[in-house]
């Protein structure tokens, strides 16, 4: 067994990925596998490194007095050594008064090189995901970065020697430096972003979900859990205070034509996303550099499967057997769904380690949970981007209709009540904006971070259409009569849930896609090291996460005309806002790893993360 230099807890110096210069960092542990350390930088950013990066405390000690390194940095020190009048160079006494030991680094980078500075310029979209960063540059500027900007290397701050999105070199290759630059550029970008990803693997504390007790839970509590509040939602009274009906047997539950419809509502949904019909887009830089295309055509989709129930229910084709199959077809869509879990876990174990999600850790359950593959694809066929918008979000609006019609049916009623027209326009309303915003899923954190796991299949195949059609489930079997005067309340809440939403999204997405969109100019931003800015002001400047906001109030008013008779109907929202919160805590993790100090400047300048004076 190959043996090991340093130990774990020692204090050593490690070489900055794509720079000379040496950090004090502490190890955290060894790969005997891969042979690379895990280490900690005195920022906190976490790299693993390659024994040939790192150096013993001590080395530099003798280097410092004068000793003859023949390592490249050191040679490339005492060429810049002997010009001495740099007006980079610190004056001897400050070189010597050196005590603490980054600042002796400091020192040590001035000696060496002479360095310029030249921000890394990364696409708009960009998704390079694990990538630290330091300190902003400046804040508040509405362009968008300047490419072969050369800034003085300013080291007196801490943070700054550190950004990994800073090209280094010294002062005598200036000549060629705006040729050099962009080859640079793009170099340094490919070899951090793979470099970041490969040095990365979440370790065991770093698991979310509550790690792999909390995804256990979730995968096995989940479904059983689904099953309840369905059959509560079916009992006469369904308060919270009556004993839960007993789960039904697995095989009262299985019912193949079931199975077999659903499969078919499946195949079809495959079809219409296979059509060569749609604008092709790019999706978020990958990895290694490479862009995805995906073909928009969820609104199609969308259309034709309308044109299909119409022609269908024109037909006679029996809608009720959705609603009285109900729990058949929960049970159907949740074995499909572990299924599809297993093969994408088994498929992913062959798949190439830049092709895996950034999210994974290495441990099979957890994997098996989150998803190891980022983009799991059949050719063109892109497993998670189908499965997020398709089956489960348009089978979401056929369900909302079911029960519509199963209202009528069952209550005898002529016209739906207005408690399930305003509940299913709302959701319609939701999953078209969905659809006619397609694009804007390509930088979720759904498809960019996690991958295609248990998670994401359950929560768009099962969760999505039959929990999120609850509230018109419930209104099936307990109908609430909506005063006009309350009704158009709820529309006028619905409508500001709207507004905040999509204009967050949109002004997000738009941003993203063209910082400097003409139309965005009157808006305020930070810049990052990252070379993207965070904007500050418009919907952004409101609360940290506007759009869930707006997401939230939308849930609430899709509860409302279900009354305040039971709590049951209230599920989602109370639902909503504990996913809601989770995932901006997840989503600021991932923002303050990426963006570092400009992260913190953005958090001290909108305080409230998502109810504003709140939270
Ligand atoms: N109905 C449902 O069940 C669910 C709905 N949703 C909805 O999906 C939508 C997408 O959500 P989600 O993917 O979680 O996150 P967001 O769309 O909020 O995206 C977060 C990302 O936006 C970027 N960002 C954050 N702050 C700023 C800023 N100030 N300026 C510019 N960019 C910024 C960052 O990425 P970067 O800088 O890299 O671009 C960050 O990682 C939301 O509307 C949410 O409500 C989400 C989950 C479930
Ligand atoms: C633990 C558990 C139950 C996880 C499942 C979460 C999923 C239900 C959600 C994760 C992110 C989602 C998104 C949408 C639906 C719910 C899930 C899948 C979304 C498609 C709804 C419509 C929006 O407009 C959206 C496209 C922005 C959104 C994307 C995220």
């Not at 310029?116 to 804040?139: A, D, M, Q, V």
């Not at 499909?336 to 994408?344: A, D, E, K, Q, R």
């Not at 092709?355 to 998670?384: H, Q, W």
């Amino acid at each position: 067994m190959p043996s090991r230099k340093f130990a774990d807890g020692e204090v050593v110096r490690g070489r900055w990925p794509g720079s000379s210069l040496y950090y004090e960092v502490e190890i955290l542990s060894h790969d005997s596998t891969s042979q690379l350390y895990t280490v900690k930088y005195k920022d906190g950013t976490e790299l693993e490194l390659k024994e040939n990066d790192i150096k013993p405390l001590t080395s530099f000690r003798q280097r410092k007095g004068g000793s003859t390194s023949s390592s490249p940095s050191r040679r490339r020190g005492s060429r810049s050594r002997s010009r001495s009048r740099s007006p980079g160079r610190p004056p001897k006494s400050a070189r010597r008064s050196a005590s603490a030991s980054h600042q002796a680094n400091i020192k040590e980078a001035r000696r060496e090189v002479e360095v310029k500075l030249t921000p890394l310029i990364l696409k708009p979209f960009g998704n390079s995901i694990s990538r630290y960063n330091g300190e902003p540059e400046h804040t508040e500027r509405n362009d968008i970065p300047h490419k072969n900007t050369q800034e003085k290397f300013n080291l007196s701050q801490e943070s700054s020697y550190i950004s990994t999105q800073y090209s280094l070199r010294p002062r005598r290759e200036e000549v060629k430096l705006k040729e050099i630059d962009s080859k640079e550029e793009k170099f340094i970008a490919k070899e951090l972003a793979v470099r970041t990803f490969e040095v990365t693997p979440i370790r065991a504390k770093d698991l979310e979900f509550g790690g792999v007790p909390g995804v256990f839970l979730i995968m096995f509590g989940l479904p059983v859990f689904l099953f309840l509040l369905l059959l509560m939602c079916k009992q006469k009274d369904p308060s919270l205070l009556n004993f839960p009906p007993p789960l039904p047997a697995l095989y009262e539950l299985w019912e193949t034509r079931v199975f077999g419809v659903y499969l078919l509502w499946f195949l079809i949904q495959v079809l219409f996303y296979l059509l060569p019909i749609g604008k092709v887009v790019e999706g978020t830089p990958l990895i290694d550099g490479r862009r995805l295309k995906y073909r928009l055509n969820g609104f199609y989709a969308f259309i034709l499967t309308s044109a299909v129930i119409g022609t269908s229910l024109f037909q006679g084709v029996e809608f009720h057997y959705v609603y009285s199959h109900f729990l058949q077809f929960a049970l159907g869509a949740t074995v499909f769904c572990v299924v599809l879990s297993v093969y994408l876990y088994m498929r992913s174990l062959k798949a190439p380690r830049n092709d895996l999600s950034p999210a994974s850790s290495g441990n099979a359950v957890y994997d098996f949970f989150i998803g190891r593959e980022l983009n799991p694809r059949i050719g063109t066929f892109d497993l998670k981007y189908f499965c997020e918008l398709r089956p489960g979000l348009i089978g979401w609006v056929v369900i909302n209709l079911v029960m519509l019609l199963a209202e009528m049916k069952i209550q005898d009623r002529a016209i739906p009540s207005l408690a399930m027209i305003l509940v299913n326009s709302f959701q319609l309303l939701y999953v078209v904006d969905a659809l006619w915003n397609e694009e804007a899923l390509l930088t979720t954190m759904d498809i960019i971070h996690d991958g295609f796991g248990f998670m994401l299949a359950f929560g768009d195949l099962v969760w999505v259409p039959f929990i999120y059609s609850f509230q018109a489930f419930y209104l099936v079997s307990h109908p609430n009569e909506v005063s006009w005067p309350m009704a158009s309340l709820i529309i006028v809440l619905k409508l500001c849930g709207y507004v905040i939403f999509r204009g967050a999204n949109s002004q997000k997405n738009a941003f993203r896609k063209n910082p400097s969109d003409p139309k965005l100019a009157h808006l305020k931003t930070i810049h990052t090291s990252m070379g993207k800015h965070l904007l500050v002001s418009g919907w952004w400047g409101f609360v940290r996460h506007p759009n869930y906001l707006g997401d939230l109030i939308m849930a609430l008013a899709w509860s409302l005309p279900c009354g305040f008779n039971h709590i049951l109907p209230y599920f989602y929202v109370i639902y909503f806002t504990m996913l809601l919160v989770h995932r901006e805590a997840r989503d600021e993790y991932h923002c303050k790893k990426k963006y570092g100090m400009a992260w913190e400047k953005y958090c001290q300048r909108v305080p409230y993360r998502i109810f504003p004076y709140i939270y």
